[in-house]
């Protein structure tokens, strides 16, 4: 049944995807969570997801963009249009030119994406010393994934850092350990919409959540489209398997 195998092969890899590997260079070994999304059949805990976006709107859409995920795709997690329309009317967006040729600003609707609150990566760049990176596939884009950036949230040290220049912090799990972003997550720095009690850790596996369904919200179809393709080769193997001893039936006799 070479066929089959091969079927099996091709069904593998559609599956096969980054996930838990070691930190690029900075060498220290990622913590790692059971995310719901992983495997065959994972898919995204909706619950998890809307803790994240909280923390995201509340804590790191203050530094970051994300330039390639439109307000209104939160309806797949769960949140009504008006919902939408309400967490996209806090944000501001630049529009225009309008009649005057004028650029103007307006909240944001829901067909529009995540803005940067820099108008650019140089404005970023100039207050922080480097800019803070859009956010949109930041959970594709970096080795290690939603353990990479969990780890990070947590992989702060305040004595390590002491030393460092204004404006450098230490991180265990940033490739070369001096990054320039504060560390964020505080004791009960969110008050969760679902009462679960804000952590670090729990901040930190929610926000990564999110930012791993921003980047990737068609993971759920993406294996179930797997999974059809891999039945539909069985089914294929199978039906030239019994075409083939078919055909050969009379011949070997
Ligand atoms: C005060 C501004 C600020 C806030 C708030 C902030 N960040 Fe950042 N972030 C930065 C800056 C600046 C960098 C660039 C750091 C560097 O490359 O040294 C960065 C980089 C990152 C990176 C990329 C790290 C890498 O491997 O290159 C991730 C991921 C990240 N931030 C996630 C978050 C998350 C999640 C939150 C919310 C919990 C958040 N940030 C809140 C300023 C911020």
Same mark, same amino acid.
């Given at each position: 049944? !070479?066929?089959?195998?091969?079927?099996?092969?091709?069904?593998?890899?559609?599956?096969?995807?980054? &996930? *838990?590997?070691?930190?690029?260079?900075? $060498?220290?070994?990622?913590?790692? !969570?059971?995310?719901?999304?992983?495997?065959?059949?994972? &898919?995204?805990?909706? @619950?998890? *997801?809307? %803790?994240?976006?909280?923390? +995201?709107?509340?804590?790191?859409?203050?530094?970051?963009?994300?330039? +390639?995920?439109?307000? %209104?795709?939160?309806?797949?997690?769960?949140?009504?249009?008006?919902?939408?329309?309400?967490?996209?009317?806090? /944000?501001?967006?630049?529009?225009?030119?309008?009649?005057?040729?004028?650029?103007?600003? !307006?909240?944001?609707?829901?067909?529009?994406?995540?803005?940067?609150?820099? %108008?650019?990566?140089?404005?970023? *760049?100039?207050?922080?010393?480097?800019?803070?990176?859009?956010?949109?596939?930041?959970? =594709?884009?970096?080795?290690?994934?939603?353990? /990479?950036?969990?780890?990070?949230?947590?992989? +702060?040290?305040?004595? =390590?850092? #002491?030393?460092? &220049?204004?404006?450098? /912090?230490?991180? =265990?799990?940033?490739?070369?350990?001096?990054?320039?972003?504060?560390?964020?997550? +505080?004791?009960?720095?969110?008050?969760?919409?679902?009462?679960?009690?804000?952590?670090?850790?729990?901040? @930190? @596996?929610?926000?990564?959540?999110?930012? #791993?369904?921003?980047?990737?919200?068609?993971?759920?179809?993406?294996?179930?489209? $797997?999974?059809?393709?891999?039945?539909?080769?069985?089914? #294929? *193997?199978?039906?030239?398997? @019994? #075409?083939?001893? %078919?055909?050969?039936?009379?011949? =070997?006799?």
């Amino acid at each position: 049944m !070479r066929t089959t195998f091969a079927a099996a092969l091709v069904g593998a890899a559609l599956f096969a995807t980054p &996930s *838990a590997a070691p930190a690029a260079e900075a $060498g220290a070994e990622l913590m790692t !969570r059971d995310w719901s999304f992983e495997g065959i059949f994972g &898919s995204y805990d909706d @619950a998890a *997801a809307q %803790r994240g976006l909280q923390v +995201y709107d509340q804590v790191c859409a203050g530094c970051h963009g994300m330039k +390639y995920v439109a307000f %209104r795709t939160l309806t797949d997690l769960g949140y009504s249009e008006e919902e939408v329309e309400q967490i996209a009317s806090n /944000y501001t967006v630049t529009d225009g030119p309008n009649d005057m040729g004028e650029m103007f600003e !307006r909240p944001a609707e829901p067909n529009d994406t995540w803005p940067s609150p820099y %108008r650019n990566d140089a404005e970023a *760049a100039s207050i922080f010393g480097k800019a803070p990176p859009d956010m949109s596939v930041i959970a =594709k884009a970096r080795v290690g994934g939603a353990d /990479y950036l969990y780890s990070l949230m947590l992989g +702060y040290d305040d004595e =390590k850092g #002491m030393d460092l &220049s204004p404006g450098n /912090y230490w991180n =265990k799990f940033y490739p070369g350990n001096i990054i320039a972003m504060p560390p964020q997550l +505080y004791p009960d720095l969110v008050q969760y919409a679902d009462g679960t009690e804000a952590t670090p850790e729990q901040m @930190a @596996a929610d926000v990564s959540h999110f930012l #791993m369904w921003a980047a990737e919200p068609k993971l759920e179809q993406r294996k179930r489209l $797997g999974i059809g393709f891999m039945l539909f080769c069985t089914a #294929m *193997a199978l039906i030239f398997y @019994a #075409m083939n001893r %078919r055909l050969w039936a009379d011949i =070997k006799k």
